[in-house]
């Protein structure tokens, strides 16, 4: 059965302090890996999709990569802004669904 | 360019009643999505359209829940009779193609609580 999980549930920061989200997945045929942020009271947003192993995608403080079992978000030197949930899908070649972790708390404080 | 539109954004009814989700994707996207999100169980796939027609309904609890699309522009996700374990917030959102290729748009959700 296709799972994807999340770690950690919650993550308080330091404004400034680097660190990463991890994404674990076991979805049979991976056909893209799919990275949102949420915040309170909105729907997700979409930042990255990754296809295969090895590959990395930037977008300002974010960066995203991914191996052949998990992805990670790396955030540098964040700001009270980028504090949201932040979630990853699985879409399989299977089919259309995309299995979404329950995604990581983000709180990064002044 | 608009995004996803739902309404209403806020739902409260009591147990029984039914409820009625809506949702406009955004113009020219060919696949649309359901989703409920609950602290428990996260982010769920409930069914899925493209070009108007229903692909995959797994995802749908149980036959008191329905959808349709009656037109490119226009879906709606009804609950009834609606019970209180139905309460979360309910996402659409819309693709273009093959949605690997493309992300998925969300709506802003509507937060249903069941009484």
């Known amino acids: 059965e296709d799972q994807v999980t999340q770690s950690p549930e919650a993550l308080r920061l330091q404004e400034g302090e680097s660190s990463s989200l991890n994404c674990s997945y076991t979805?049979?045929?991976?056909?893209?890996l799919f990275w949102y942020r949420q915040d309170p009271g909105k729907g997700p947003e979409f930042l990255f999709t990754l296809y295969s192993a090895g590959e990395e995608k930037e977008k300002e403080r974010l960066k995203a990569t991914l191996t052949k079992k998990e992805s990670f978000l790396h955030i540098t030197a964040p700001k009270p802004e980028d504090s949201a949930t932040y979630l990853c899908g699985g879409a399989s070649n299977s089919g259309y669904a995309l299995n979404f972790g329950k995604g990581t708390s983000l709180l990064v404080t002044p | 360019d608009a995004g996803v539109i739902q309404s209403p954004r806020h739902e409260v009814t009591e147990m029984g009643q039914e409820v009625t989700l809506r949702c406009k994707p955004i113009?020219?996207?060919?696949?649309l999505f359901w989703y409920r999100q609950t602290m428990m169980r996260g982010l769920e796939l409930l069914i899925y359209?493209?070009?108007?027609?229903?692909?995959?309904d797994s995802g749908m609890p149980e036959d008191r829940f329905s959808a349709k699309m009656p037109n490119a522009s226009f879906s709606t996700l009804k609950i009834q009779p609606s019970e209180p374990r139905d309460s979360a917030v309910y996402f659409c959102?819309?693709?273009?193609?093959?949605?690997?290729?493309?992300?998925?748009?969300f709506g802003d959700g509507t937060r249903l609580s069941i009484l």
């Open positions: 113009s020219g996207h060919d696949y």
């Open positions: 979805v049979s045929g991976l056909r893209g």
């Open positions: 959102a819309s693709s273009f193609r093959e949605y690997s290729n493309q992300p998925q748009h």
């Open positions: 359209f493209n070009n108007n027609v229903p692909i995959d």
